[in-house]
């Protein structure tokens, strides 16, 4: 039971270009979701979050969309580097839980 | 560094042979996380730990799985009797109940090979 979705295993884009990585989730009780950024042979770090009671927040060139009423968020990374490739993993998690539900991830390339 | 650490970083083990892994979390986090990832997917949660105590368990962890925290420091996770399905990379990741308590912060992993 996939609660968090990430449909698009990859994606390509050139760099200076902007990147939009998708996530769908079923479970109506998460109200704060996350993003982790995934480097080869390292463990996922923090990138950034929103709580339900929003719907963007921006952090850099790092900004997340909610759309409760579609249950989907996006990652919009503005200008995408080459230093963004890596898998992009959603994540989400409701009040007095203690588990963060990971999507499957989706792999980031930039091309110079 | 005072990131979160994890030994060993490579485990090969033969099917039924037991096998335990450390994890030492950044030492001012009182929460502490067990996940699995397979290939091709996201970490899946396997437990939680605040402080000492053990406050939930996923399904996943079955009755050969176990887990301790002891004195809320670094925690310890046994397979005993390992298949060939437990092949994985078994991460452990802490946080912090004041601050922003929804981010985990990641140790690099261990990367379990059953033969």
């Known amino acids: 039971d996939q609660q968090v979705k990430q449909n698009s295993p990859s994606l390509s884009v050139q760099e200076g270009r902007i990147s939009i990585l998708n996530c769908d989730y079923t479970?109506?009780?998460?109200?704060?979701f996350l993003w982790y950024k995934k480097y080869p042979a390292e463990g996922p770090t923090f990138l950034i979050s929103i709580s339900s009671i929003k719907d963007k927040n921006e952090d850099g060139r790092f900004t997340v969309f909610l759309n409760k009423s579609a249950k989907h968020l996006s990652l919009h990374i503005v200008p995408s580097q080459p230093g963004d490739s890596a898998v992009y993993f959603c994540a989400a998690k409701y009040t007095g839980g203690f588990k963060t539900i990971f999507g499957a991830g989706t792999r980031l390339f930039v091309k110079a | 560094d005072t990131g979160v650490s994890q030994d060993p970083r490579h485990k090969i083990t033969k099917r039924g042979q037991n096998v335990t892994f450390r994890c030492d979390p950044i030492s001012e986090h009182n929460r502490l996380y067990w996940y699995r990832q397979t290939l091709g997917q996201g970490p899946e949660f396997l437990t939680y730990f605040q402080n000492e105590a053990q406050l939930e368990k996923s399904r996943l962890l079955s009755d050969r799985f176990s887990a301790e925290r002891p004195k809320g420091s670094f925690s310890t996770l046994e397979i005993q009797r390992t298949e060939q399905g437990d092949s994985a990379m078994y991460l452990c990741?802490?946080?912090?109940?004041?601050?922003?308590?929804?981010?985990?912060?990641f140790g690099p992993g261990t990367r379990l090979t059953v033969l």
């Open positions: 990741a802490s946080s912090s109940t004041s601050g922003s308590y929804n981010e985990q912060f």
């Open positions: 479970n109506s009780m998460f109200d704060y």
